[in-house]
């Protein structure tokens, strides 16, 4: 391939611009020209792209969010919308795509590659939804960023003897909750895939209470409920003070964590070998810390397995066996 292109597609997440800046500068290497679109399928549709060179993505590295900037574009969901964006590459002779984003944006990949233009799909979202890769570019900074917003709300809560419900972004999918319940000590976790009834949460909550517990950290996915309906709900009960945050788009931002770019980097150069053997219709994923890709259809079927052995662990070192599947 001599010319390829690359966009960002869906939610923005930290690390796709180490992922821009990798495969932009390895196509380059092998004498690849790199063309970037803008504002995701909308942006392919509206003809707007530029060339990148080396400068081009200079600088970018520590940055959150996306330099190519991303929509969401119903029309590409058209058939004809797929076919005026192939036209427009073929146009322009691309070659082969990058397209960095999630399950929605890897349909459009799937698209564009049964219509003759080779593409490749690198996984970009915070909400690490997607089955068949172990991480997804992003999660792991908002996972940091969501530790620390815990820290700081625990601080307060302790001072004032108070529970606090933190709700935290991921759709239908409970790992953004999961692992930063574990990772910020949470005393009760909520995931869309294991929901809790109030009455349950309130038990727990009574049962810190007795053991000299005043104060603690309620972890909620978006998935499983609202964090100031439930926290109303619970007040009902008259017998504890309680508080609700929605952490909302800050989970977003952000420089990207070491984890983040080094995922970009290695998705980013490994999606261009690919065009380079003039592969298309692929994902590519990291699974047992092996980079590894598949096909898109494929990878999207799979169902994602929720982490019920993470999940009862933190129930155990939470003391709270009372969330804990199987018992
Ligand atoms: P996130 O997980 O952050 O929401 P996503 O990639 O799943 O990312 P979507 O809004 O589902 O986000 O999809 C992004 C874009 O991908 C859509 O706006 C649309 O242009 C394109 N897209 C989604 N579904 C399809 C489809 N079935 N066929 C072709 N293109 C699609």
């Known amino acids: 391939m001599k010319k390829i292109a690359i966009l960002t597609s869906g939610g923005d997440a930290p690390g796709m611009n180490a992922a821009i800046r990798a495969a932009v500068r ?4 092998v004498d690849m020209e790199v063309i970037g679109i803008a504002r995701g399928y909308q942006g392919l549709l509206d003809e707007q792209m530029y060339n990148m060179d080396m400068r081009s993505v200079a600088d970018i590295i520590q940055r959150g969010g996306t330099i190519l900037r991303t929509a969401r574009c119903p029309e590409f969901v058209t058939k004809e919308g797929q076919k005026k964006g192939v036209e427009i590459l073929r146009k322009n002779d691309i070659d082969g795509v990058i397209v960095i984003g999630g399950d929605g944006s890897f349909m459009g990949a799937k698209a564009l590659s049964e219509l ?7 996984p970009g979202t915070i909400d690490n939804d997607l089955a068949y890769t172990d991480y997804s570019i992003g999660f792991d ?12 709300i625990r601080d307060t809560m302790t001072s004032h003897e108070r529970f606090s419900i933190i709700e935290v972004m991921g759709r239908h999918c409970g790992d953004l909750a999961l692992y930063t319940g574990v990772g910020g000590g949470a005393e009760i976790i909520i995931v869309p895939e294991h929901k809790l009834d109030i009455e349950k949460v309130c038990e727990k909550m009574r049962d810190s209470k ?13 998935g499983a409920g609202h964090a100031h309906s439930l926290a109303e709900e619970i007040k009902k009960h008259g017998e504890f003070s309680i508080r609700s945050s929605v952490l909302g788009h800050l989970q977003r931002g952000g420089s990207p964590s070491m984890k983040d770019r080094y995922l970009g980097t290695n998705m980013g150069v490994y999606a261009v070998k690919l065009l380079e053997q003039g592969i298309g219709n692929r994902i590519v994923g990291i699974r047992d810390n092996k980079f590894y890709d598949m096909d898109i259809v494929e990878g999207c079927a799979m169902k994602k ?6 999940y009862n662990l933190a129930g155990i070192v939470a003391r709270n066996n009372m969330i804990t599947i199987g018992n």
């Open 26 to 29: 390895y196509a380059i290497y």
């Open 116 to 122: 003759g233009i080779p593409t490749i799909g690198i």
């Open 141 to 152: 900074t908002a996972c940091n960023t969501i530790l620390d917003a815990i820290n700081k």
């Open 210 to 222: 007795k053991r000299g517990k005043m104060s603690g950290i309620i972890l909620l996915a978006e």
């Open 305 to 310: 397995e929720f982490n019920i052995d993470l």
